[in-house]
């Protein structure tokens, strides 16, 4: 089905001047404590679509990261976003980081997550249709968010983006897509709900929303491109919504 042209796109890409202005890498804080992959699950919210997984950092790393994040050069995005752009007011801070995205998804238990956890029972084959290929890593693109009451995100659908994906682990680049979204809640707040629309079916011609409140440290996996959901991050009421965002990277 065709999208509606009054929704918006993630104004995710970086501007010259955000690049030039960040070109420096923060000195994030090593991941630890972490809970082991054997005691997580990625649990299908919507299956094929939205996959949660809660306690991937647990509340003592959140607590650390978000004092950490802090202290980042934030950027209240404007009001006003450009023609095709979801109106979107948050503070941000955006760096391309492939260490950074190494770690996260190798020393996390995301890695094996998404490479064993659907694999148990099903083929190989089916592991790449759910993540549109074969899982490489997470996008260098990451992206912290800091909602403060009265803040939102208004209903969009995120772009995939094709690349060429390095990183320390594994050097020589190769050809590249995003299909997945990450977003990993450092805090827990009123309000700030990320909503998903499904779209209708013959079977359910009005399908309900689903709302995820965000709990510190889970982690929410959703496809985007071709195949995304329309989804907002509603406004925060009190409190503050501190979110990481990077995206799931598979060969093309
Ligand atoms: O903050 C949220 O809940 C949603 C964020 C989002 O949709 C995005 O980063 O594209
Ligand atoms: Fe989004």
């Known amino acids: 089905m065709p999208k509606p042209k009054s929704f918006k796109k993630d104004a995710s890409r970086q501007s010259s001047t955000q690049q030039a202005q960040q070109s420096s890498t923060p000195n994030w804080p090593p991941l630890r404590p ?12 919507l299956p094929d679509q939205i996959y949660l997984i809660r306690n991937f950092l647990p509340a003592s790393l959140c607590k650390t990261y978000v004092s950490f994040l802090s202290s980042l050069p934030l950027i209240t995005t404007p009001g006003k976003p450009k023609k095709g752009e979801a109106v979107r007011v948050n503070d941000r801070f955006q760096i391309q980081d492939a260490t950074f995205a190494d770690t996260l998804w190798r020393e996390t238990a995301l890695k094996e997550l998404v490479t064993k956890s659907l694999a148990e029972d099903e083929q190989p084959l089916l592991l ?98 071709d195949r995304c959901l329309l989804h907002e991050g509603s406004e925060v009421t009190y409190g503050e919504k501190w979110v990481l965002r990077s995206d799931l990277v598979v060969a093309r």
């Open 128 to 225: 790449r249709e759910t993540w549109g290929g074969e899982p490489l890593g997470l996008n260098a693109n990451i992206r912290v968010y800091r909602y403060s009451p009265g803040q939102f995100f208004a209903q969009h659908y995120d772009d995939s983006n094709t690349l060429s994906f390095s990183s320390p682990s594994t050097p020589s680049p190769q050809p590249a897509r995003t299909t997945w979204t990450l977003l990993i809640y450092l805090s827990t707040c009123s309000g700030g709900e990320t909503i998903f629309y499904p779209e209708p079916t013959r079977a359910n011609r009005n399908p309900e929303p689903i709302s995820v409140t965000p709990e510190m440290g889970m982690a929410l996996l959703h496809r985007h491109g």
């Open 34 to 45: 972490l809970i082991p992959s054997s005691d997580l699950l990625l649990e299908p919210l």
